[in-house]
């Protein structure tokens, strides 16, 4: 006999997202509780944990927490058990509330025990079953300490490619695995990994796959998952954003965009690109380092191979060339135009010829940034563990030219 008790910690609900969070959290409460024959019969919320920074105006919000506490009967004392180890020759049996019994990935017990097996996947109608069993064996005075697994998991991020980026970030900088959803206007990442605009199919494309050990490209120590530009594409951005935020988000906005950058005023500077046997200086009108399949294939290029980039760039020889230069990679024949130069290396180097520590306009994944010089072009091989789904779905991926 056991009861439920739940307790809320949120941000303001003023917020869609934190609201759907919060109705998202209450489903589950719902699913669970019928799932575990379970009653909930209190509980207590705290909805607006946020404060906003005084002098940098920085609004604070914890991330969104549910804590779900049990109380129960016990007949006997002698019935309850610990979580601490009682012997050493003791055996452990772990017990997988899932479809497959090496469903663990992304979990301690996982990485602890080698097993490289698929995500966990819900299956409320065993949920039940699992916690009667073990509470029989406890009674039965088989079961000497318990633990539950839920270390571990893994950080989910739904969003465009900038998001996925600053998930990847987190990703590589606490070593956790990573799941990403598509949730952008292109989504280049997710598209490269077979997996499908909608958030539902995506979902169910990854709960059939594994984790696995992916490249991450890397400007300087910041790392990129789908491209870096400099130049003509970094200002067609910058511009963007400055006319969405004055005009409002739309495909016509951004053709406006598009066509100011290329007709208006823009300035090429002069760079030093050094390469695996490269060497190239002089005015660059524009410049993009990809790796990624999707990406790549809108500009007709194969994917490098593995541990390789793959460099493209103009250099600034006028409006007309440069204008022609632009129209082509639109066309996606990049190898059809004598002004672009297409390369391959497992690392290159950008700096401005003026002065070698000068800050760089770039952008990273979409995302508007400015770095300091040289900028450092690099794969690390293996860094990021991924949630991905069927082998199949990502080599599909990585060869098709949509």
């Known amino acids: 006999r056991i009861a439920i008790l739940d307790n809320f910690c949120w941000p303001s609900c003023d917020q869609p997202q934190n609201m759907g969070s919060l109705v998202r959290a209450c489903v589950g409460c719902y699913d669970a509780a019928k799932a575990y024959r379970t009653p909930f019969i209190s509980g207590k919320d705290s909805l607006n944990n946020q404060f906003r920074n005084r002098e940098t105006g920085e609004l604070i919000e914890i991330p969104p927490t549910l804590l779900i506490s049990g109380m129960g009967i016990v007949p006997k004392l002698e019935h309850r058990v610990t979580s601490d180890l009682k012997a050493v020759r003791d055996s452990v049996l772990m017990v997988v509330r899932s479809n497959a019994w090496n469903s663990l990935g992304g979990s301690c017990a996982g990485a602890l025990l080698g097993l490289d097996g698929p995500l966990p996947t819900p299956a409320p109608k065993r949920w039940a079953q699992c916690a009667h069993a073990v509470h029989e064996l406890i009674a039965q005075g088989v079961v000497l300490a318990a633990h539950d697994c839920a270390d571990g998991g893994l950080l989910v991020a739904c969003g465009g490619d900038g998001t996925l980026n600053?998930?990847?970030?987190q990703a590589l900088r606490e070593k956790l695995p990573l799941a990403v959803l598509p949730g952008g206007t292109y989504n280049y990442y997710t598209r490269s990994l077979g997996l499908p605009v909608d958030v539902s199919a995506a979902v169910?494309?990854?709960a059939q796959g594994t984790l696995q050990q992916v490249d991450v490209g890397y400007v300087n120590d910041r790392p990129f998952l789908v491209n870096v530009s400099l130049g003509l594409h970094s200002q067609l951005l910058r511009q963007r954003e400055r006319d969405m935020s004055r005009w409002g988000r739309g495909q016509l906005v951004s053709?406006?965009?598009?066509l100011r950058t290329l007709f208006g005023r823009y300035r090429s500077r002069r760079l030093l690109l050094r390469g695996d046997g490269l060497e190239v200086q002089g005015h660059l009108a524009a410049m993009l380092c990809s790796r990624n399949a999707v990406k790549l294939a809108d500009l007709a290029l194969p994917p490098p191979p593995p541990g390789q980039l793959c460099l493209v760039h103009a250099p600034g020889q006028g409006r007309a060339r440069t204008l022609q230069a632009a129209l082509m990679?639109?066309?996606?024949?990049?190898r059809q135009a004598p002004s672009i130069h297409v390369e391959l290396g497992e690392q290159f180097s950008?700096?401005?010829q003026r002065r070698l520590r000068s800050r760089l306009h770039l952008a990273v994944d979409g995302e508007l940034l400015r770095l300091p010089g040289p900028l450092q072009l690099r794969v690390a091989e293996s860094a990021l563990t991924l949630a991905v789904p069927p082998a199949t779905a990502v080599q599909e991926a990585a060869q098709s030219p949509n």
């Not at 053709?255 to 598009?258: A, L, Q, R, Y």
């Not at 990679?329 to 990049?334: E, I, K, S």
């Open 166 to 169: 600053a998930a990847a970030q």
């Open 204 to 206: 169910a494309r990854l």
């Open 255 to 258: 053709i406006w965009s598009g």
């Open 329 to 334: 990679l639109l066309l996606g024949r990049a």
């Open 350 to 352: 950008v700096a401005s």
